[in-house]
């Protein structure tokens, strides 16, 4: 029989197709899966009018053979099945799908049928040449009384031809490619028939297409052994291989949630995704609309997995269309600062690229982003009100994260995370909201405050902090080194100002209070200005302070740059010759008897006095918990001081 060329195609273009398209040349086991799914959808919506077929939902099956003698893999249905003219039209002309017409007479019929159409583009069959080399394509159509083959060996054209089939349905017989020896270990096609391979890339790709697909498994069974010459009897197991369904069909987000406890999401949440605990909480979407439909099933983890906070990690949802896997982890469909929820999207909505491996465009995934975004919030908000203890595991694991995200976008989330977060009450004496702060504050105080270290036990002695303790104001303890620049990013509360313990002005002191704290300054302004100088260009100003009580001195800073901002880029910079510093500022308490030794010093012995400014602002750095650029010189002055 004369080969026949493929029709309004060249050989380059089915080349790049089968070299290009796909990304993983595994795929074509799911592409024709698919395909063979697709047929049986037809015969079987056929067969609600057509009572000639014979056939039950339960007979439908898509069977998988393979013959590693022969190196041949067969997939075989008993679907609708394709005449010969079918078989040139559909397989002689690229990008042609017969699915693909199926739907548009369905849609233009005005039919409505429980049927998802899945290859809709036409392009998925010839994915079987990235791993064949001849492609035998044997297929009677419903109704027909007899069957033809169509054989290709790729680009150089086909035959169609007369054949025999006992029933309706398809086999494409694939004569697999020989395997190629290599540096990096070559070409390996034999892989796809082994029986293990094959098994996992169906619980891959295609676990839950609605029919059964049958293969052969090897199941061990124990054995008696009849009792020997001691009268005692034994056992021994035995393999042998078995044909059954090896695919879920029905994955568990699309089963009523009346049907599936949470006990058996969190099993299939440990199962899926390698996690050693049960999740926080498991959120259920089941969405109907005009722009896109899908079910969902959500996991909010317990723990975060080995490596989450490195560049390495990589977020996402699994993406399925109709069951099929799209995409391992599609990263659009959450936000950034949800990365650590994993989960699974099914959407027979989705406009997918020609080979089905990623998103044609994104409105319908837009829309399905959005809506999950407020289903984690909620959920996380609910979690936060009504399982307290569930949520601090949680925020203990995944509150840096939120923190993160607070800052991505030049704090444009700020909104929809500022009542997820957490930070320690020194009153409390645990983590609370910023509402709870809020909610408990006394009459009169103004601002939220917030002091930002590396412990909570630090954080508790800071000088600066004493006269708001006296007043009975609580204080958030922020030990994060990101803390700083999220209490900055939120910048208020319910109209309630964050203020730094410390930054500048605490907002304590009344008029009367601040003229007398600048006369005082003023008449002290020589001593000041004599500090500023004496410690050579290591402070930008030295100020008499308002909110010393009991300690001597204290370091705040001025300008953009806060000593937190200064620790956190000392902490992570690679050697660099312009390290970050804030401008520093040394807080004087003149009420403290070091400020009038200080000031005896300066009227008598100005080497002295110099010697006790150096003093005073290394006790501040170090209160600070910043280092000392000098730790011998800060210790012999000491020493010299005290001796």
């Known amino acids: 029989m004369a080969k026949r060329q493929f029709k309004s195609e060249s050989k380059r273009i089915l080349d790049l197709m089968i070299g290009s398209i796909y990304t993983h040349r595994e795929i074509f086991l799911r592409e024709l899966i698919s395909n063979a799914s697709d047929a049986i959808d037809k015969l079987c919506y056929i067969s609600l009018t057509d009572d000639k077929i014979g056939l039950t939902r339960d007979d439908f099956r898509i069977e998988i053979e393979r013959d590693e003698e022969k190196r041949t893999l067969t997939v075989s249905d008993n679907g609708v099945g394709m005449t010969a003219e079918e078989l040139e039209g559909n397989l002689g002309v690229i990008a042609r799908s017969g699915s ?78 020989d395997d190629a020896d290599g540096e990096d270990g070559g070409e390996n096609y034999s892989e796809f028939l082994d029986e293990h391979t094959l098994y996992s890339l169906i619980k891959k790709y295609s676990d839950y297409i609605r029919w059964p697909i049958i293969m052969e498994v090897t199941k061990s069974h124990r054995v008696e052994v009849p009792p020997g010459k001691d009268g005692k009897s034994s056992a021994t197991w035995e393999s042998r291989a078995e044909r059954e369904a090896v695919n879920s069909r029905v994955p568990i987000w699309q089963r009523p949630k009346s049907e599936v406890p949470d006990e058996d999401c969190f099993k299939f949440f440990r199962e899926q995704f390698g996690a050693e605990r049960d999740p926080v909480s498991v959120v259920r979407v089941s969405a109907e609309g005009a722009a896109v439909s899908y079910k969902a099933m959500l996991f909010i983890p317990s723990k975060a997995p080995y490596g989450y906070f490195t560049r390495e990690y990589e977020p996402g949802l699994r993406l399925y269309t109709s069951g099929v896997l799209i995409m391992e982890r599609c990263d659009s469909l959450l936000p950034e600062y949800f990365r650590f929820v994993r989960g699974v999207v099914d959407s027979a909505d989705l406009s997918l690229n020609i080979s089905r491996e990623t998103l044609q465009h ?37 509150g840096l994260q939120l923190k993160y995200g607070l800052l991505s976008d030049f704090g444009a989330h700020a909104e929809n995370l500022k009542d997820l977060l957490l930070f320690y009450s020194r009153k409390a004496e645990r983590p609370v909201t910023l509402a709870e702060y809020a909610k408990n504050m006394p009459e009169g105080q103004k601002y939220i405050y917030y002091a930002c270290g590396s412990g909570i036990a630090a954080l508790d002695k800071l000088p600066q902090a004493e006269p708001l303790r006296e007043r009975g104001y609580d204080i958030l303890y922020m030990t994060d080194d990101i803390d700083d620049f999220a209490a900055r990013a939120l910048g208020a509360f319910d109209g309630k100002e964050l203020r730094s313990v410390t930054g500048g002005d605490l907002g304590l002191s009344g008029d009367e209070e601040k003229r007398e704290l600048e006369r005082t300054e003023a008449a002290h302004r020589e001593l000041l ?44 910079r690679a050697e660099s010759p ?66």
């Open 362 to 398: 994104d409105r319908q995934l837009k829309t399905i982003a959005s809506n999950l975004e407020k289903k984690v919030r909620a959920e996380l908000a609910r979690l936060l009100e009504h399982e307290p203890e569930k949520y601090a595991g949680f925020y203990e694991a995944f």
């Open 578 to 643: 312009e390290p970050v510093r804030a401008e520093r500022v040394l807080e004087l308490n003149a009420a403290h008897r070091l400020f009038g030794t200080l000031k005896e010093a300066y009227g008598t012995d100005r080497e002295r006095a110099a010697k006790y400014a150096e003093l005073l602002y290394g006790q501040s750095v170090l209160t600070a918990g910043l280092q000392l650029d000098d730790a011998a010189r800060f210790c012999e002055v000491v020493s010299e001081l005290t001796a």
């Open 529 to 572: 200005d004599f500090v500023k100088e004496s410690l050579g260009g290591k402070i930008s100003e030295a100020r008499l302070s308002g909110k010393l009580v009991s300690a001597p001195a204290c370091l705040t800073a001025k300008g953009g740059v806060t000593l937190e901002m200064e620790r956190y880029f000392s902490s992570i």
């Open 100 to 177: 693909l017409k199926f739907k548009g007479e369905l849609e233009q019929g005005g039919a409505d049928a429980d049927i998802d159409i899945i290859g809709q583009f036409g392009v998925g069959f010839y994915s079987a040449f990235m791993v064949a080399k001849k492609v035998t394509v044997v297929s009677r159509a419903y109704g027909s009384d007899s069957a033809n083959v169509w054989e290709s060996s790729g680009s150089d054209g086909y035959t169609v031809s007369p054949a025999e089939r006992a029933g309706y349905g398809t086999d494409v017989i694939m004569e697999l490619k």
